[in-house]
Every structure is written in structure tokens, then in C-alpha cells.
């Protein structure tokens, strides 16, 4: 898709936060320092939300405009050891609610890092999506990291541990851009079928 406009909206910590904007809405989601944000800027071609080597760094819902049609949904990252437990769980409940109750959220994009195999709280997240009946796709970035051999053994491995087909993982790597032709092909795919009601 060509991105004609990209624009931060607001941050949200809970649903009085969240945009009165009727849009379709697609969500980044996944273990802290994956590169969700990292993900969403290159889908943009454009540094709009902020990344960082500091696990943790988004912590609010981020909200983002793309072309005046969809909204892009940064939300903070889980199972980041050193957070503390009150913090954890009050992260845990921001996401939980948002993911339960937006009826604007048309996909889920559940982003792996293609270095490591998925955690217990990627494959719960995976779980729950399913039974939630929420559209969803699973990337696996920083695919530059890896020889292509490598490349190869980290999706298979990825698609035996969530019990998903090899062809349902996508690779990707935010530096180079390579494999965004399918993600936004399922973005588009999605996002076109919406009507608020
Ligand atoms: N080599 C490489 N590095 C990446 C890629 N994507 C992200 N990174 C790096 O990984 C680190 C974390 O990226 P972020 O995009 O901030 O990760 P995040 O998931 O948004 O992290 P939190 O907001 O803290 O949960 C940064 O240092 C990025 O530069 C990629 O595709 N390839
Ligand atoms: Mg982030």
C-alpha cells in the first residue's frame, strides 16, 4: 500500500484514552524489545513511534494515522523480567482490555523475534487470540540477524512451537524492509472489510 499520510493521534492508558474516531484499527503486538515499534515505523517509512535498545519503552497504547483510513496501535510489550509486579500487572490489564472490547480492531499482528523460539506468553497470547476469534498474523522480525539457513530452521521451529503452517509465519526485518509486501497485504486485506456500525 502506498503511505500517503502518517500521524501520531494520542496515547492511551485505558479505554476514556482511546481516539472517538471510528477507524479500523490494526495492532502491534509481542514481547518487549521485539521491535514492534521498530516494525510499524518501517511499515510507515516514517520514525513516528520511538524505539529503543531499553526493553519496556513503550508503555502506553500508542495510537498512529495512516492514510486518514486505519490506525496503527503500538501497544507495550510483555514479559520484560525487570518490571515491576504492579506495573506488570496494570500493563497486563491495559492490553487484556483493549484486545477484549475494541470492536474497531480488525487485526492482531503478533510480533517474535526470529532469534528466539516463542515464549510461554507468546503462545498464551496466540492461544487467546484464537479463542477469541480475533483475525491475526504472526511476524517474525529481525530476520537480517540470521543467515538464510538459520532464517529457515527459526521459522520452522516458530511454526511447530504456535502449531501454525510454515507459510503463516512471516519473515521480516525492519531494516531492510524485506517482507512487508505480505504484511500489508494482510493489513489492506482486513482493514478494507471494515464498516463502523
Ligand atoms: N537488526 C534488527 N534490529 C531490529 C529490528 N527491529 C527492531 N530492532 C532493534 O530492536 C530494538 C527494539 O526495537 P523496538 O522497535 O523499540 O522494540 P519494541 O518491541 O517496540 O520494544 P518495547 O516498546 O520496549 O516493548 C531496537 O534496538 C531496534 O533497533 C530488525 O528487524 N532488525
Ligand atoms: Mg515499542
Do not use: C
Not at 46 to 69: H, W
Request: charged content about 20%; hydrophobic content about 40%; overall charge positive.
Amino acid at each position: 500500500m502506498k503511505v500517503t499520510s502518517a500521524e501520531f493521534v494520542t496515547s492511551a492508558a485505558g479505554p476514556e484514552g482511546y481516539p472517538k474516531e471510528r477507524l479500523a484499527e490494526v495492532a502491534f503486538m509481542g514481547k518487549s524489545n521485539v521491535g514492534k515499534s521498530s516494525l510499524l515505523n518501517s511499515l510507515l517509512n516514517k520514525k513516528l513511534a520511538r524505539t529503543s535498545n531499553t526493553p519496556g519503552r513503550t508503555q502506553l497504547i500508542n495510537y498512529f494515522r495512516v492514510n486518514r483510513a486505519i490506525l496503527f496501535v503500538d501497544l507495550p510489550g510483555y514479559g520484560y523480567a525487570k518490571v515491576p509486579m504492579a506495573i506488570k500487572k496494570q500493563w497486563g490489564a491495559m492490553v487484556e482490555n483493549y484486545l477484549a472490547n475494541r470492536k474497531e480492531l480488525v487485526l492482531s499482528i503478533l510480533i517474535l523475534d526470529s532469534r528466539h523460539a516463542p515464549t510461554a506468553n507468546d503462545l498464551q497470547l496466540k492461544s487467546w487470540l484464537e479463542h477469541s476469534g480475533l483475525p491475526f498474523i504472526v511476524v517474525s522480525t529481525k530476520a537480517d540477524r540470521l543467515s538464510n539457513n538459520q532464517l529457515r530452521n527459526s521459522l520452522r521451529t516458530t511454526s511447530e512451537s504456535l502449531g501454525m503452517g510454515l507459510d503463516s509465519i512471516l519473515p521480516y526485518s525492519s531494516i531492510t524492509g524485506r517482507g512487508a509486501d505480505r504484511i500489508w497485504k494482510a493489513i489492506t486485506d482486513r482493514t478494507e472489510q471494515f464498516r463502523p456500525d
